[in-house]
């Protein structure tokens, strides 16, 4: 990429998590025509999964897949000229960057691989890194992680990578990185810098952009969303950007589909990054044409003083069993067996420092089948201890085969107890954070901090549109007028919900307040619930502190990345304006 290039950066996503689909890097390069791809491969569970893989391989710590989808497709990239930029450097980037190179040696194709660090405060914290016995976990905080931005990505990039792998790096970083790289931006360019974010959290979640996920799959043909086709962005050196697909793959970009993404796990009208603070509150949308969504206007601010730092620990084990209760009397049945389990637990030599129940209603009256007539008792133990856990709840359960409630029977047997994460978020000052760019020659070069920053604070309320008049209501679901999608932050959930049409959005606005949200989600009652306003994109975004505990690697509840929050917020009922439906 020369310092400055004029020309429109092609930029694509073959990852949105470690797991994802596997051929989307060979779909990406084949599809069509590609300058840079990216790969986002973390997320705070993977951060913790990717934690015990390193204690027991100090070699480890990184996205094993990520090798095998380089091994098929190196050659394929470099012929091609397409530079791949993925963060599956996870806890080890220096070591996946080193596998690389082995790979691209082994099968004669030369290529510069480069990688970025510094992200790494592990050893900076007080207690360091936990110890353990060979086959076991530590407790106490394990990793911390700071965020960066893509600077670092972007020196790479300038001093000739071919590949760039990194560590924990913002989700938008992918993007901003070679963005700048290839435009040639400074740091003080907020504008064109936030344009980029934008553009780098509509990609970062592969197929939530091309109709996965979608609130309205129903509104297109079946066969049109069974296999979407991963986005791309053609970036312009203004900062603007149009999220499009390559021609003749499944899914469909539209204007939905971007805000849906948009909304996803952000909150209010300012979201912060390293590199920049985008204003989402100035994000204006427009459909192009099929398949082609502009996203200009987006304004920037300089970036916030601190970085955040993910803190990923052992939180203790935890173990549960499902009871499947049939037919009638459910709620005896729970009583009952509730009743004999809590007797053991309290019989054993340490009972779990956390005992959590939960009936899910499942069943139907008169069912036509048997797991329809079935409801299900969910119990959820925590504990430091494994063994706590472990034998004594499933000794308990298993003992009660033939002295409990009638029909009774569980899921699966419960297991020896497993461990669970923490993730706690942080904020260091820049100046703590070693930022380095490490290329392929050997060289180490010196990533500095923002010179200028700016602390977050609350954006003036945006004038809002008039209510609609009065008229008939009627009894319906709320998704028949809005989208939504929800996400995990930490232990934060949110909830992005959207209108599409002007109509819809004067009575959205005016109608789901957070009163009226707590009422349609009781689960959110007592915590804290935070409205955030985006007129510009028709939407509101509700912050639930505390839902997810602990957040997703502490499996605090039946949904534990609030995945489907915004699924049952549009099936609860409400009265609707007959005139919007």
Known sequence: ??????????????????????????????????????????????????????????????????????????????????????????????????????????????????????????????????????????????????????????????????????????????????????????????????????????????????????????????????????????????????????????????????????????????????????????????????????????????????????????????????????GLDIEAKAALVRAQMEAALDAAKSRPAEVRWDLARTDHPDAPTEETASALLRLVVRDPAQETVGRALSGAAVELALASYPGFHVVAPPGKGAPYGIFEAAYVDRAAVDHRAVLHDGRRIPVAPAHDTLVLGDVPEPSLPEPPPPGPLRRAPLGRVAGARSGDKGGSANVGVWARTDGAWAWLVHTLTVDRFRELLPETAGLPVVRHLLPNLRALNFVVEGLLGEGVAAQHRFDPQAKALGEWLRARHLDLPEALL
Request: hydrophobic residues 40%; proline residues 7%; charged residues 20%.
């Open 1 to 326: 990429m020369s310092p400055a290039d004029p020309r429109p950066l092609r930029i694509g996503n073959a990852s949105g998590f470690y797991g994802d689909r596997f051929d989307a890097l060979r779909e990406m390069l084949t599809g069509g025509p590609l300058d840079v791809l990216t790969g986002d491969y973390l997320a705070e569970l993977t951060m913790f999964i990717l934690l015990r893989d390193r204690l027991k391989n100090p070699t480890g710590g990184y996205a094993r897949t990520f090798l095998g989808q380089l091994e098929e497709c190196l050659g394929l990239a470099h012929e091609r000229g397409v530079r791949i930029v993925a963060n599956a450097g996870g806890l080890n980037p220096a070591g996946l960057a080193d596998a690389v190179r082995e790979l691209a040696a082994r099968l004669g194709i030369p290529v510069r691989v480069a990688h970025v660090e510094g992200d790494d405060l592990t050893a900076s914290l007080p207690q360091g890194p936990g110890r353990a016995r060979p086959g076991e976990t530590p407790t106490g905080t394990l990793a911390a992680h700071a965020y960066l931005g893509g600077h670092g990505i972007a020196v790479c990039l300038r001093e000739g990578a071919d590949i760039v792998v990194t560590g924990r790096v913002t989700d938008a970083a992918l993007v901003t990185g070679p963005a700048a790289a290839h435009f040639g931006w400074g740091e003080r360019e907020y504008d064109r810098l936030a344009g980029a974010v934008v553009a780098g959290h509509v990609l970062e979640c592969g197929a939530q952009a091309t109709g996965g996920n979608y609130a309205f799959f129903t509104d297109h043909p079946p066969d049109l969303l069974r296999h979407p086709g991963f986005p791309l962005a053609e970036l312009h050196e203004d900062g603007s950007s149009v999220i499009t697909k390559h021609d003749g793959t499944g899914g469909v970009v539209d204007v939905g589909t971007v805000t849906a993404q948009l909304l996803y796990e952000t909150a209010g009208a300012r979201y912060p990054g390293p590199d920049v603070t985008a204003r989402l509150d100035t994000v204006r949308l427009t459909q192009e044409g099929p398949d082609r969504v502009r996203i200009e206007g987006v304004r920037g601010e300089a970036p916030p003083p601190e970085l955040k730092v993910g803190l990923s620990r052992l939180g203790g084990f935890r173990n549960e069993v499902a009871f499947v209760l049939t």
